[in-house]
């Protein structure tokens, strides 16, 4: 399967309102894009790629053993990776830093570069993307949750597969 860590986040019905406004902004520009689902935010830690069963067992393992508390993140504004993706950006990098490298030592994995972010459209239009204003939002990091990603084309399809408090 192809799966991901990720923290899922509240208030997806306030960040999809927000997310639209910037929607709008690109839809002016005339740069083509596909929207993430309102139910489709979060924030990934680690992007796992195809997994075998045995190793998904072992992730779970691993993220029901992580003491994860809930906690409170500001998002900050609009930015975008490049010219394919545009998200919420996010204050508090640390924090979703220190998890995403606890997650890489208990995988034995390598550290690969890390920006915490909530993906809200991915570009098809290869154009310069517009810097637009946002008041910052106070969000609550909810759970760290092993997803399932099933791509399809209407986009992809997320389906939690197993968190660190099961909810």
């Keep these: 399967m192809r799966a991901f860590i990720a923290v899922d986040v509240s208030d997806k019905p306030l960040l999809y309102e927000k997310a639209k406004l910037y929607w709008k902004v690109l839809d002016k520009n005339d740069i083509s894009h596909k929207p993430v689902k309102k139910d489709n935010f979060h924030v990934t830690l680690l992007f796992l790629g195809e997994i075998s069963h045995e190793y998904m067992n072992k992730v779970c393992e691993i993220i029901r053993e992580i003491n994860f508390n809930s906690f409170y993140f500001t998002v900050t ?14 204050k ?11 997650i890489l030592s208990k995988l034995g994995l390598k550290y690969d570069k890390f920006h915490a972010h909530i993906t809200i459209s991915r570009i098809k239009t290869f154009k310069t993307l517009p810097h637009v204003k946002l008041e910052p939002i106070i969000i609550k990091a909810k759970n760290l949750c092993l997803y399932e990603s099933t791509l399809t084309s209407h986009g992809p399809i997320y389906k939690k597969v197993c968190c660190s408090c099961e909810l």
């Excluded at 504004?77 to 996010?90: P, T």
């Excluded at 508090?92 to 606890?102: D, P």
Aim: no cysteine.
């Design 92 to 102: 508090e990098q640390k924090i979703f830093k220190e998890k995403h490298l606890t």
């Design 77 to 90: 504004g609009f930015n975008s990776f490049g010219k394919r993706v545009a998200f919420f950006d996010i």
